[in-house]
C-alpha cells in the first residue's frame, strides 16, 4: 500500500496506462485515468470494478488545454491535490516524412508531447503545493534508434526524453521527480494495430511471436511489467532517480541488427 494517501493522474486508458493505473489503485493510491477513447474509458472502469478496485475515469483529450486543466481541477477537488502523473496516452501514425501529411505530424506531437507539457504544466503547481510529487513519461526505445516509417512518432518519442530531462532539471529543487520508460515492443492494442496493419492475413498472437524473436529475450514485453517500472519511479523507492529513462525492452538496444 505504499500509494496509500497519494493522489495520482494517468493518461491512456487501455494498454500500459490502465495497468499503471491498476497497479497505483492497487497499492492504495487515488486514481484519476484520462482517456479520449470511450470504449476503452468503459472498459478501464469496468476492469477496475471487476477487480475490487476503484479508478476514476474521465474523457479527457490529451492535447486540449481545457480538457488537461478540468481533470487536474478534479484530481484537486475530488483529492485534494496531485501528487504523481504518469503520461501515457499516445498515438502512433506510421509514415515517412514524404507519407505523413502535415495534419498527421502535427496530430502526433500534440498528443504524444504537449499532452505531456499540459500535464506537467497544470500538475506541478499542485505537486508544488503538496511539497513535492513523482512523474514518469512513457517514452520508446523509437526514441533512442528507430525504424523506417515512424517519422512522426519517432520525433515525438525523442522529445519526450528531452522533455523529462527540462522538467527534471526544472523542479529538482521543488521535490519534483521526472523520469521516462521506453519499452520495447508491448502487448497492447497499439502493438494490436501495428500487427493488423503490417501483416493482416496472419493472427495477432503470430505477429506479437514475430515481434518477440527480435528481442533477446525472445518475447514481447506485458503492459503489468511496464507498469511495475513505472510503480517503482513513482514510489518513495526511487528517491534519487530524476531525469532518467529506463528501457524495459527485453534487451532490444542491448543488440545489433544483424539480417
Ligand atoms: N505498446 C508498445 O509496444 C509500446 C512501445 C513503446 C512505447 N509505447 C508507449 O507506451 C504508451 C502507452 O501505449 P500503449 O501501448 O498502452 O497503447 P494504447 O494505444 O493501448 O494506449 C494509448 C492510449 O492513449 C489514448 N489516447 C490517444 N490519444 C489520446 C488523446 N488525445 N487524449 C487522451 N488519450 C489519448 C488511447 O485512447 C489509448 O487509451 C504510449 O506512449 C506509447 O507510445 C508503447
Redesign the pocket.
Known amino acids: 500500500m505504499e500509494f496509500e494517501g497519494k493522489a495520482a493522474i494517468v ?9 499503471i493505473a491498476m497497479r497505483l489503485a492497487r497499492g492504495g493510491g487515488k486514481v484519476l485515468a ?4 470511450e470504449a ?1 474509458n468503459h472498459q478501464c472502469e469496468a476492469e477496475a470494478r471487476e477487480a475490487g478496485i476503484a479508478i476514476h475515469v474521465q474523457e ?5 488545454p481545457s ?1 488537461v486543466r478540468q481533470a487536474v481541477g478534479w484530481a484537486v477537488s475530488s483529492f485534494g491535490g496531485v501528487d504523481i502523473l504518469a ?6 501514425p506510421f509514415g515517412d516524412v514524404l507519407e505523413t501529411d502535415l495534419e498527421t505530424w502535427n496530430r502526433c506531437l ?3 508531447v504537449t ?1 505531456i507539457f499540459l500535464f506537467a504544466k497544470f500538475s506541478i503547481p499542485e505537486m508544488k503545493k503538496r511539497g513535492g510529487g513523482a512523474i514518469v ?6 526514441g533512442h534508434a528507430c525504424q523506417r516509417g515512424v517519422a512522426a ?1 519517432a520525433t515525438s ?1 525523442g522529445a ?1 526524453l528531452s522533455l523529462t530531462r527540462a522538467l527534471a532539471l526544472d523542479h529538482a529543487a521543488d521535490n519534483i521527480r521526472v523520469n521516462s ?11 494490436e ?2 500487427a493488423r496493419i503490417f501483416s493482416p492475413d496472419i493472427p495477432v498472437e503470430r505477429v506479437f511471436e514475430r515481434f518477440g524473436q527480435a528481442h533477446p529475450l525472445g518475447r ?2 506485458t ?1 503489468e511489467e ?1 507498469a511495475e517500472l513505472a510503480a517503482f519511479l513513482l514510489s518513495s523507492r526511487a528517491g534519487f532517480c530524476t531525469g532518467g529513462d529506463y528501457l524495459i525492452d527485453g534487451g532490444l538496444k542491448a543488440g545489433i541488427a544483424v539480417k
Open positions: 493518461t491512456g486508458t487501455s494498454g500500459i496506462g490502465k495497468a484520462c482517456g479520449v477513447d476503452a479527457c483529450d490529451v492535447s486540449n480538457d503520461n501515457a496516452a499516445a498515438i502512433h500534440s498528443v504524444n499532452g513519461n512513457l517514452a520508446s526505445v523509437q512518432y518519442k519526450i520508460i521506453s519499452p520495447g515492443s508491448i502487448a497492447t492494442p497499439m502493438l494495430r501495428a514481447v514485453g503492459p511496464v
